[in-house]
Structures are given as structure tokens and as C-alpha cells.
């Protein structure tokens, strides 16, 4: 298995991360990761320096020194995990199918777009239209998030550190003990991530989007 490594180079325009993925990029030299062509004209070696551990235990990709301007990254992930120390910009996760993905810094509107499986966990700040359209998965913030938390969201688990803007259309079920939430907990101890340390069963939960399916539930971590 291989540990990709994309340190990112000073850009001002945006960079279109989808194709850069654990499945993507498995096997390859970082010649051909290098030579990969990104949207707008765009190579790998333009916006990134590239290196690659082959004694991974398993396949992952580590994005450094990212910024707002890096969009896309993890969109359609089926495997294996993306840790990304930076920021990222618009539509991170998106259409996330299977995998773990950890962002340590702040993050732009659409995470986790139409996601239909996997884990996100962002540590930082998260735009709006956060899990807009989402299917299934764990959609994990330790910061603030923004408008429209939920939009169409169908089915999954919301798992916020901070009690969001009331939505009209997800419905307040009151304050609850989860001890259910203890299984969850335990597959973040093995990740290198502050949601290793979350331990409260403690939430206040919603149910929504009643707009549409309503059979997703947001959880607030309680002291």
C-alpha cells in the first residue's frame, strides 16, 4: 500500500482536487502522479510536490498546506483514508461513498455533498449548505458551521461540537443519552484527530430534513 503526500505549492486560482484519491493514485511513481492532469489546464507538478511512502499499511493520500482555493478533494472516495492538515475549499467529501476523511483546518460551502457513505470528521469551521443532499455516513464538526446545515439531507448522522442556527425544517427531540454513541467514539480513538478525544454521550438531537425524507438526525455533543 502506498502514503501519498501532496504538499501544496502558492496558487491563487482554484485547484480541482477529485481525482487525486487513495484509489486514484495507488501504485503509481510519483512520475506519474506528477504528470496527472488536473481541470483548467493543470498538471499535478503545477500545484503540488509530490511523495510517496510504499510501506503504508494502507492506501492514503495527505494533502499539506492547503488553502480555500483547493476545492474537490475526496469528491467520490470509495476507500482508504485523505488527512488534510490545511484548509479546503467547496464540495469536500462530496459524493463520499466509503473511506475515512480528516480535514484539521477550516472548510468551504457543500462539504459533504450528496455523501453516501464514509466518515468526514472537519475540525475546523464548515460553510454553508453542509451535508446538503446527503444519503447516509457520519458527517463529524468541532467548529461553527454555517446556513443552511442539512439542506435535503436524507438519511446520516450530523455530529456537531457547536449548536447550529435553528433550521425550519428539522424538528428539536430534546436533550438524550446515547450509550450507542460509545461504538462511534471507539473507531475515532485510532484516527490522528481531535475527535479522538470526544467521550460525551450527552446530545440534544434533531430530526430531518422534514422537507423531504426526514430520517436524519442531527446530534449536538453536550458538557
Not at 500500500?1 to 482536487?17: G, Q, Y
Not at 477529485?18 to 486514484?24: D, F
Not at 475540525?123 to 442539512?150: Q, R
Not at 450530523?158 to 462511534?184: E, K, Y
Amino acid at each position: 500500500m502506498s502514503h501519498i503526500t501532496l504538499t501544496a505549492k502558492a496558487v491563487s486560482r482554484s485547484v480541482d482536487c477529485r481525482t487525486l484519491l487513495p484509489q486514484a493514485l495507488q501504485g503509481k511513481t510519483v512520475a506519474e502522479i506528477t504528470a496527472m492532469k488536473l481541470a483548467a489546464n493543470l498538471s499535478v507538478a503545477d500545484v503540488f510536490e509530490v511523495s510517496v511512502d510504499t510501506a503504508s499499511e494502507a492506501p492514503a493520500v495527505t494533502f499539506k498546506n492547503t488553502t480555500s482555493v483547493h476545492q474537490y478533494i475526496g469528491f467520490g472516495m470509495t476507500s482508504g483514508q485523505i488527512n488534510v492538515t490545511g484548509d479546503a475549499g467547496d464540495f469536500l467529501g462530496a459524493q463520499l461513498q466509503n473511506g475515512v476523511l480528516i480535514c484539521k483546518g477550516n472548510v468551504g460551502a457543500r462539504a459533504g455533498d450528496r455523501m453516501r457513505r464514509g466518515m468526514l470528521l472537519i475540525e475546523g469551521n464548515v460553510g454553508d449548505y453542509c451535508a446538503s443532499d446527503m444519503m447516509a455516513g457520519t458527517l463529524g464538526v468541532l467548529g461553527t458551521t454555517g446556513a443552511y446545515l442539512g439542506y435535503g439531507m436524507k438519511r446520516g448522522t450530523l455530529l456537531l461540537a457547536n449548536t447550529p442556527a435553528a433550521q425550519a425544517t428539522w424538528i428539536d427531540c430534546g436533550f438524550h443519552t446515547l450509550p450507542f454513541l460509545n461504538i462511534l467514539y471507539k473507531s475515532f480513538k485510532r484516527l490522528d484527530s481531535r475527535f479522538a478525544q470526544v467521550s460525551s454521550q450527552r446530545v440534544q438531537r434533531w430530526m430531518g430534513d422534514m422537507g423531504g425524507l426526514g430520517k436524519a438526525e442531527i446530534l449536538v455533543i453536550q458538557p
